[in-house]
Structure formats: C-alpha cells, structure tokens
C-alpha cells in the first residue's frame, strides 16, 4: 500500500462518482473504520478507507492526533506552545485540536516545511 494517491474517488449523495484531487482536501476525521473527508466546513465525504489508510495513500498530510490527518498546504495557523491545548487553523478558519504527543514532531514537520505559515508559536 506505498502507492501515493493525487486524488480520491468518493460518491455524492446522489451515488455519483466523484473524483477530488488531494489539494482540495483540507483534512480527514477517523470514523472507526471510516473516515470522513472535509473539503470545507459544508462540504465532506465518507470513504471506506480507515485513517490509518488514508495516511498511507497521502503521506504528506500530518496525522496530528487519533482523529485526524491534516494537508499541510492548507494550514494557515499553529499554536503549538502549550502540550495540553495546542492546535493547528486551516483556510476555512476549521481549528483542529493536536494531540500533545504529536506536539514536537509537528513543530518539526512545521520548521522543515516550505509553505508560508502566518505564523508558528511554540
């Protein structure tokens, strides 16, 4: 399962199939053995994948706690100084909660990564 995915086939309501490139995504939330895909705050999708798939198929998004994957692209504030309420914003102002085990590798992945964040704290 190492094969990189730029895009996700899901299906409408109407049953439709649809094919969504990795960009737009914004995030995913784990469903037990789903997960959700979130392309803005009215706009998701259910996929039959597992979280722990989805990372594999998109190994640039950042796993920030149990519940979700985030695309990094898409992340326009981190507040990461404090362990037990750190969190990252997202372009449609979606705050997301990180898990404080997650905390210093995202400060990591934040310093190596090459788009402009408005602002990182630590």
Not at 7 to 31: M, P, Y
Not at 72 to 98: K, Q
């Amino acid at each position: 399962m190492n094969s990189t995915r730029t895009s996700v086939k899901v299906r409408d309501r109407r049953g439709r199939a649809i094919t969504i490139s990795a960009k737009q995504i914004l995030f995913f939330e784990g469903w037990s053995n789903y997960s959700r895909i979130f392309l803005n705050k009215q706009t998701s999708f259910v996929s039959s994948y597992t979280l722990k798939e989805q990372q594999e198929y998109h190994p640039s998004f950042w796993r920030i706690s149990r519940s979700y994957l985030v695309n990094p692209e898409h992340i326009v504030h981190m507040d990461l100084h404090d362990m037990h309420n750190s969190w990252v914003e997202l372009s449609d102002s979606t705050r997301l909660p990180v898990s404080r085990r997650r905390v210093k590798s995202i400060v990591l992945l934040a310093k190596f990564f090459t788009s402009p964040l408005s602002q990182v704290a630590e």
